[in-house]
């Protein structure tokens, strides 16, 4: 009967994308849902006729259930229409008010594996090596991260086996990453780093000092050290012999006086 009276121009699509879903790589074990655009205009043209025959909308085709189009991947009819050349915008500077602004909900440094396009969908796939910020979605590093486009282009573009720090969102719901438009893309540099984790209010620990250049190397023998040690001792003994040559100069002294003082007593006895 919907089909019928075309009570929308995009039930059609939504029925068919609900009941035989697009399959792809990386749904194992899902299809790829339309998205809830799609459900709200089918929804909008056709309850009214549904519900003049007393007929409610279906449980199983609830809207907002599906995902939104720039916050997760799901298909709309654009799809299946020819593709375009890409064109992205141009990206703008990393600065912490653009930052702030986008609440990106990660950020990664990673390798560019692969870039595949499954109609309107794009799938990055990312070799991670470090994990600057996550979000709820689980990231590890030396694992492969997917980056999920709900376009065939992808903005900013990436090249194969070149290094990014990538900032983009989530899709928490589904557990995946996304890279939508207003994702940033940086060639990778360690003063990018520095400064999202002080915008993020993290402190960087100091480099941990090597206490190799504070220790002497171990001599082989005792032989390089025998000098010092003897040149040590020499000046002990020296100085000790000074102190004792003092001592005996001063008791000789008092002897002499004591001597002098008794002749002069028995003389004058």
């Not at 990386?26 to 339309?34: Q, R």
């Not at 250049?213 to 000790?240: D, E, Y």
Request: glycine content about 4%; proline content about 8%.
């Amino acid at each position: 009967l919907l089909g019928w009276t075309k009570c929308s121009d995009q039930l059609e699509f939504f029925l068919c994308s609900m009941y035989v879903p697009i399959c792809t790589v990386g749904f194992a074990n899902e299809a790829i849902p339309p998205c809830r655009s799609v459900c709200e205009a089918a929804r909008l043209g056709c309850e009214p006729l549904l519900a003049k025959f007393n007929i409610p909308w279906p449980t199983n085709l609830q809207c907002h259930t599906l995902p939104v189009y720039d916050r997760g991947v799901c298909i709309t009819p654009q799809a299946i229409i020819a593709s375009v050349p890409c064109e992205c915008r141009q990206q703008r500077p990393l600065r912490q008010g653009l930052y702030t602004k986008l609440h990106f909900d990660y950020v990664l440094r990673g390798s560019v594996k692969s870039v595949d396009t499954y109609g309107e969908l794009t799938l990055t796939t990312v070799l991670v090596k470090e994990v600057v910020k996550a979000g709820r979605v689980l990231v590890l590093t030396a694992t492969d991260a997917y980056l999920w486009t709900n376009r065939s282009c992808i903005c900013p573009p990436l090249s194969i086996n070149q290094d990014y720090l990538l900032l983009g969102w989530e899709d928490f719901t589904n557990s995946r990453l996304l890279y939508l438009d207003g994702s940033v893309a940086l060639p990778y540099k360690k003063k990018y780093v520095r400064k999202i984790l002080k915008w993020e209010g993290v402190t960087m620990p100091p480099p941990t000092p090597s206490l190799q250049p504070l220790l002497a190397p171990l001599p082989s023998t005792l032989g390089p050290l025998q000098p010092r040690i003897q040149m040590g001792n020499h000046k002990k003994k020296r100085k000790r012999r000074r102190k004792n040559n003092q001592l005996k100069k001063q008791i000789n002294k008092q002897r002499r006086k004591e001597r002098r003082r008794s002749k002069t007593e028995r003389e004058a006895l």
